[in-house]
């Protein structure tokens, strides 16, 4: 298993499991769908995207505000050869604050088909180094309230619960888990 940016040739096996991890899905993939479109429109665009270091730029939020995209770096797990997870780090520089609308310094998604095999947790392990590179002392991650198998996967990284909390309706309402994980010392 790597965590790497992905090359070119690597961009349609992206492309082909976001589109089944979207056919699969219950909810309404906002996010996911408006990648997927700048996969295929402009794919070395979208592989620029992946390294984001100076943020700008207009994000419409899947309410229609529209907010200034904060630098990212996003990164994918792959394993046997395929994608099986996609995790990414925002940031505002000089801070560890985050605007509202965005809930959490990380944001992590295994595919379906590979979930339960620890593709998630060695992902956050290695974006946390990533993080800690950027000068942050800590990061913090969100769940929906009844995300179980997420919440284990920050707490086996040192996530430590700091409150459950209403999400903005910007980021589709509901109660959530909010957890800090600390950057000081070893990663």
């Known amino acids: 298993m790597r965590l790497h940016k992905p090359t070119l040739a690597e961009l349609p096996l992206i492309v082909d499991a ?13 996010y996911q769908k408006m990648k ?44 046997d050869g ?5 995790i990414s780090f925002r940031w505002q520089p000089g801070t560890e604050e985050l605007p509202d609308h965005v809930l959490g310094h990380i944001g992590y998604e295994t595919f379906p088909w590979a979930r339960g095999r620890g593709f998630a947790s060695f992902a ?12 942050l002392s800590y990061v913090e991650i969100t769940t929906n309230i009844d995300n179980h198998i997420s919440q284990k996967v920050i707490e086996k990284n040192g996530g430590e619960f700091l409150e459950e909390f209403t999400k903005p309706d910007s980021s589709g ?13 070893s990663i």
């Open 18 to 30: 976001w589109k089944k991890s979207i056919a699969q899905a219950t909810n309404d993939q906002y």
């Open 36 to 79: 997927l479109e700048e996969m295929e429109r402009n794919p070395q665009g979208y592989l620029a995207s992946l390294d984001d270091l100076t943020g700008g730029g207009e994000l419409e939020l899947e309410n229609g505000t529209k907010v200034t995209r904060l630098p990212s770096i996003t990164r994918y797990v792959f394993s």
């Open 82 to 86: 395929l994608p099986v997870a996609v």
């Open 124 to 135: 956050l392990s290695e974006m946390l180094k990533i993080a800690k590179n950027q000068g």
């Open 173 to 185: 309402g509901g109660l959530g888990r909010r957890y800090r994980i600390s950057l000081e010392g």
